[in-house]
């Protein structure tokens, strides 16, 4: 009797395949052959499939995988034991054990081996938007029409407004409409699966264009929604009309700051898919430009962060020429400002570096993210530190870092 929802099952026999008791593969490649495994039961007999993971008395934890066959005719279950870059492979079943059955399980097994690396191309759907910008800056950015390079569609979805809700310390919370344009961009990925490796490449793609076109626009953009494969784009956009986060904005007088797609992004993609630091300063700069408004010590930590990861792109850290030892983080976040920043556009950067370590190891905040809801006092007699770092320490650190990724991805 099969009692595999109680977990009772047990097997009468445990048997080896032949030729294929230990198949190696590499750990990232053993979702794709499970998935090409079962996806040709399905298609050559329409058997669908179920899974348990068991602790099995001498032999240890393994995966046990059952075919949904008609009743009567179930087949032996498959025992899969992961080990490092390999799959231990059984049989266990009731009843005399059948060649046949045997048969059945090693062709799909050798079908899904001679499947691995097949790829399909799936098209799929996704929305950047521009987060809530705050009280202090009231003009979103708008990309006109639509623009395609590479395998990427980008296009505007014209002008909504969501309302936003700021805590104002003597009015209580104040709401108002968020004016913006959001971006809908179509691309495609090759996958043996959307939902087991497509839709996570393509998550980590749009991370990269976010972060690039954030860069280059010199504001945040954020991955909205999706991605969702493409022909789930239009019922997507009917819910959103019903019931969606924003509405159609027709009677408000903003315009929008006027935006274009840089005709660098598609190699500037291929740049950073090769260069793991630069990546690394590209999406930790990305952060800095989304913390900026609202925590700007950690800010400051992504910024520096990216100086110096950037300035390490070309060569390895400077060594000193008397003792040879590593020249300090210090040393090359000033040298990496003063390449793309003037002296007196450096000039407040003198105590990042200090401000930012003391942020890491001491838990130390140094902007107005200290007072709860306000900029500050706005005094026209005292000078205002907490705002001078958000702003002035905070933007050059910005600007400093936003200029070498640009030199490095513009290959300049």
């Not at 950073?272 to 300063?281: C, G, N």
């Amino acid at each position: 009797m099969d009692d595999t929802s109680s977990g009772s099952w047990s097997p009468e026999w445990v048997g080896q395949i032949p030729d294929m008791t230990q198949i190696p593969m590499l750990d990232s490649k053993k979702d794709e052959f499970i998935h090409h495994l079962f996806e040709y039961f399905q298609s050559e007999y329409h058997y669908g499939y179920s899974a348990e993971t068991k602790n099995e008395p001498g032999v240890g934890v393994l995966n046990e995988w059952k075919l949904e066959t008609p009743a009567g005719s179930e087949l032996p279950r498959l025992w899969i034991i992961d080990r490092p870059d390999s799959l231990i492979l059984a049989l266990a079943g009731v009843g005399a054990a059948s060649e046949g059955d045997v048969d059945t399980w090693r062709r799909g097994l050798n079908i899904a081996s001679s499947r691995m690396g097949s790829r399909i191309d799936i098209s799929w759907v996704a929305i950047l938007a521009q987060p809530n910008p705050g009280q202090f800056d009231l003009q979103a950015q708008r990309l006109e029409g639509s623009e395609e390079m590479s395998d990427l569609n980008l296009r505007t979805l014209g002008c909504v407004a969501e309302d936003v809700y700021m805590p104002n310390p003597s009015m209580g919370v104040m709401a108002r409409p968020f004016v913006h344009w959001p971006i809908e961009v179509r691309g495609s990925t090759q996958c043996f699966k959307w939902d087991q490796e497509g839709e996570v490449d393509a998550l980590r793609r749009l991370r990269t264009i976010s972060a690039l076109l954030s860069l280059y626009w010199d504001k945040p953009w954020v991955l909205r929604e999706g991605p969702w494969e493409s022909y789930m784009a239009e019922a997507v956009e009917e819910a959103r009309a019903r019931s969606g986060p924003w509405r159609e904005a027709t009677d408000y007088p903003f315009q929008g700051i006027p935006i274009e797609v840089p005709s660098w992004l598609p190699e500037a993609e291929r740049i950073v898919s090769q260069k793991s630091r630069l990546a690394s300063a590209l999406l930790i700069h990305h952060e800095g430009l989304s913390l900026m408004r609202e925590h700007s010590s950690v800010a400051l930590v992504c910024f520096t962060s990216a100086i110096e990861a950037t300035a390490q792109v070309q060569k390895k850290p400077k060594r000193c020429q008397e003792c040879g030892s590593t020249l300090s983080s210090r040393r090359r976040f000033e040298e990496a400002v003063g390449t793309v920043l003037d002296e007196e556009q450096a000039e407040p950067l003198v105590s990042a570096y200090k401000e930012r370590s003391q942020t890491v190891h001491q838990g130390r905040l140094h902007g107005i993210e200290v007072q709860a809801n306000t900029i500050g006092r706005m005094s026209l007699f005292e000078n205002d530190d907490l705002l001078r770092f958000s702003l002035t320490t905070v933007g050059s650190a910005r600007k400093a870092s936003r200029e070498l990724l640009l030199a490095e991805l513009k290959g300049k």
